[in-house]
């Protein structure tokens, strides 16, 4: 008989232990020896302690054995967890450091924290500035906060001792430093990231999003755009290019009101000066256009874009109706090969189709095209004019399979319904990359989820790159900064773990630090390590830290 521990893994990620209480027994049809739980105690976070070590004290008593519990005196009670020590230890307070260890040591190992050691000496600074950019990037992994909050409030949660004569001002300062040496910190950090994990930068993708801000005016980088999550008002654009694990290559700031064509052509002269070899440039449809393949041809030699099928006369006529057989690469993709042109004017499009994914299309439009018919069949005067049809025709799940008549009325668009069976599950992509396979090809852009994934970390999930409080445009550029320093961290952790972020923040959470106080002396001590806890640390190839971590004499007037 045994004490039996199980996992159960939730849909964030996190994980649930549970205790049973278990035998073994043989099956005599089988003749196997199989597990028996005999009683459940539930959850192990959520277990009384004492119950346990009662019942612990119990089985003993019947054994004639002696229990001692290591928290708890004679006569002590767990919820007094300070009278549990000895009268001339005092337990002071307990930090958190298993988040800011990872986080330092991949600082460090990725090349940022010498990086910007190197641009600080170029300015004779005798600030601890590189102290400052880190306890701002690793703020972004634990519990983002404002510049004001890392000093005001965070730093005092943590277990950094480099950190801890840090001032305000001096965080900003560290921002402005960042500003004036960005490029060559981003082309240091990459290319030690790549040598570090032996990376074939083959591929590049790249995408933009936006950054809003509360303001009335604005100003030389602050311009009124429409913002990704609706709406009008002053914004940024946040560019970033990821490789194919979702590694930040680099990352841009431009003014809100800035064409993508300008991007473009910044990021050719950008890339450009890295000398990158052949690189494949895989971009969204928002990137497609006749100027911007020629700025990407520049840049980086090849690209892979996707395309607008409906409005591209092109691709509805020519591309979509070409014959031929679509090549199995996988169950949920198929592709082939379209060739539209001559000479310098030919392109190379990639058509591809996803059968799962059509056949769900073509439930839907099913779906709404019957309740398009009922809804017209309610209403004998149909009249386009009418409250229900101009709702109808506003909607964003009816308006495109309808249509008004010569008469002014509303009517099911049959041949907009037939057309729409044409691009059931499909979607094209173009390339100037005539050695590129079509797997390749097929495979490289549903690659571009990976930085989906990224804008979805730094804008919502876990680095929070908003709200941003800051209105000086260097600080806003070294703002992103320090949250895409988080987000290559936070994936390098992922990859060597092989385990979300999540799980792993979680786990880190359960390592900190207890100070204490004796008579003489203060020491710090961290707690024991979990058996995840371990395995996480081996795999980011970092040491546990030591028991004691720091002890000093108490001053005279402590």
Known sequence: MYLRTTRRKNKDGSVVEYYQLAHNYRRPQTNRCVAEVIHNFGRADQLNRDDLVRLCRSIARVCGLEVRDPLQGEGVTLSNREACLPDEIKLIGTLELGTVVVAENLWERLGIGPALRKAASQNSCKVPYERALFAMTANRLCEPE???????????????????????????????????????????????????????????????????????????????????????????????????????????????????????????????????????????????????????????????????????????????????????????????????????????????????????????????????????????????????????LASGRYKRYLTITAKGEIALDSKAVKNAARYDGKWVLITNDDTLSLEDAAQGYKGLLVIERCFRALKRTRIKMEPMYHWLPRRIEAHLKICVFALLIERVAELECGKPWSRIREALRTLQASEFKTPTHRFIQRNELSRELQGILKSVKIQTPKAVLGAEPLAVNE
């Open 146 to 392: 404002s510049k004001l909050g890392v000093w005001d409030r965070w730093l005092s949660k943590v277990y950094l001792p480099s950190c801890k004569e840090l001032k305000l001002a001096q965080m900003y300062e560290a921002m402005d430093l960042l500003h004036d040496h960005v490029e060559a910190v981003e082309n240091s950090v990459f290319f030690q990231t790549a040598n570090l994990f032996n990376l074939v930068v083959d591929l590049i993708f790249y995408d933009t999003t936006t950054a809003a801000f509360s303001i009335d005016e604005e100003d030389d980088l602050r311009c009124f755009g429409r913002p990704k999550q609706g709406g009008f008002a002053p914004q940024v654009i946040v560019a970033l290019a990821v490789t194919r694990q979702g590694l930040p290559v680099r990352s841009w700031v431009f003014p809100g009101n800035t064409p993508d064509t300008e991007t473009v052509k910044r990021i050719r002269a950008d890339l450009r000066g890295w000398k990158l070899g052949r690189a494949l440039f895989v971009a969204d449809s928002g990137l497609n256009s006749a100027e911007n393949r020629e700025e990407l041809a520049k840049a980086c030699g090849t690209y892979l874009l996707a395309t607008r099928m409906g409005s591209v006369s092109e691709i509805k006529d020519e591309v979509l109706t070409r014959g031929g057989r679509y090549k199995v690469i996988a169950d949920n993709l198929h592709a082939k090969e379209v060739i539209v042109g001559q000479g310098e004017l030919r392109r190379r499009y990639i058509v591809c189709y996803n059968p799962k994914e059509a056949k769900r299309q073509q439930e839907h439009r099913a779906e709404v095209v019957k309740e398009l018919e009922q809804e017209l069949n309610r209403h004998p005067g149909r009249s386009a004019t009418a409250k229900w049809a101009i709702e109808l």
